[in-house]
């Protein structure tokens, strides 16, 4: 059966008094990514037009000086996928890979740079998107291999942490495992230390690896590592992983 629509939430302007001179900037989506990367809009001077599906994401601007909604707003369309999840949200430490025309870079880098330490032109429209791909094909195919390794590593009975510290000063380092490990007590302030709560879920990364296929497909590249990754998150997400961030692959495996 189809599941229930959250009840649409209402556009909300959240301006302070020095914003005013600032054109308003419309942001949909203030969830665990979207809140802090809206708090730093607004810490630059840009008024928001703040839109959640979810009413309770709103509220939280809803505290704040509320201004007039601009009648007429231009718009430009461009793709700018993100990477670097909620930690680097938080401190404005994104990347942003974006697709569009020169001409108006720009200006989505002006509101980007408010958000991330590294906005880069990809080309034209769809190109940030195909990097994004690209970029979350190997970030789940090097939280699997660190996964498997640690796992390997534990069972042959070494300590976790002296491990993971060799791996990180070898050729086998990687960004999951020096930044994002996915054993837990290796490290602190990542999902593995909290039960896998939070972060980039696991139902994404499956998304993510399925939206790899058709282009795949398309232009004749093989993905065989990619294509098993997929299975892999597909199934963590029909074994009780889906609402847990996909460093949890360590302990489904």
């Known amino acids: 059966m189809p599941q229930p629509t959250p009840p649409a939430a209402p556009r909300t302007l959240a301006v302070s008094g020095s914003m005013a ?36 994401a709103c509220k939280e601007f809803l505290d704040a000086e509320l201004a007039k909604e601009a009648e007429k707003m231009g718009a430009v369309f461009t793709d700018a996928p993100v990477s670097g999840g909620v930690g680097a949200a938080r401190p404005g430490n994104l990347t ?24 880069v032109h990809c080309g034209a429209v769809g190109t940030g998107q195909a990097v994004k791909i690209c970029n979350n094909l190997l970030l789940a195919l090097s939280m699997t291999g660190t996964a498997e390794a640690m796992n390997l590593g534990i069972r042959l009975g070494l300590d976790p942490k002296l491990l993971a510290k060799i791996l990180n000063m070898s050729s086998g380092r990687c960004w999951s495992s020096d930044t994002y490990n996915p054993v ?7 999902p593995s230390a909290n039960n896998y709560q939070g972060g980039f879920g696991t139902t994404l990364m499956a998304k993510d690896l399925g939206l790899a296929q058709d282009p795949a497909t398309s232009t004749k590249s093989p993905i065989l590592l990619g294509s098993q ?21 360590c302990q489904f495996l």
């Open 96 to 119: 942003f890979m974006v697709g569009g025309v020169e001409e108006e870079f720009a200006a989505a880098q002006e509101l980007l740079g408010c958000m991330g330490s590294n906005v």
């Open 184 to 190: 837990p007590g290796v490290m602190d302030g990542v």
């Open 229 to 249: 990754a997929h299975q892999i998150y597909r199934m963590m997400c029909a074994k009780g992983y889906s609402k847990k961030d996909f460093s949890s692959v």
């Open 21 to 56: 001179s600032r054109t308003p900037v419309g942001f949909t989506g203030v969830g665990n990514m979207g809140n802090p990367m809206a708090k730093n809009l607004m810490k630059r001077g840009y008024p928001l037009i703040v839109y959640d599906v979810f009413p309770d």
